[in-house]
């Protein structure tokens, strides 16, 4: 699975740097804004999955006190998840209901 979540990153940082290229070289100005946010976009994206496989590694793990001891906040919780934006699913959690 890591594996996959690493090509989909360098997918995703792909696609960023060529909207990125390509903006830079069109000559249609509402065009080149559109790809200039695309890219902007893609690279906000890809800080928000970083930091969420950042949150990810370290659950369970909490830095701040010595060895030993357990954490508070990065025990985790059995009914939290922390997931990257791209790796949500569009679907309502039961208890909201239907709307």
Do not use: F, W, Y
């Amino acid at each position: 699975m890591g594996a996959m979540v690493a090509a989909g990153t360098v997918a995703q940082a792909a696609s960023a740097v060529g909207d990125a290229i390509e903006a830079s070289q069109e000559q249609d100005p509402a065009m080149q804004a559109a790809l200039a946010m695309s890219a902007q976009v893609g690279a906000a994206q890809l800080a928000t999955d970083a930091a969420a496989i950042a949150a990810g590694l370290v659950m369970g793990k909490d830095p701040c006190v010595p060895p030993g001891t357990p954490g508070m906040i990065t025990q985790g919780s059995p009914n939290v998840l922390i997931v990257s934006c791209t790796a949500q699913r569009s679907h309502r959690h039961p208890s909201l209901g239907s709307r």
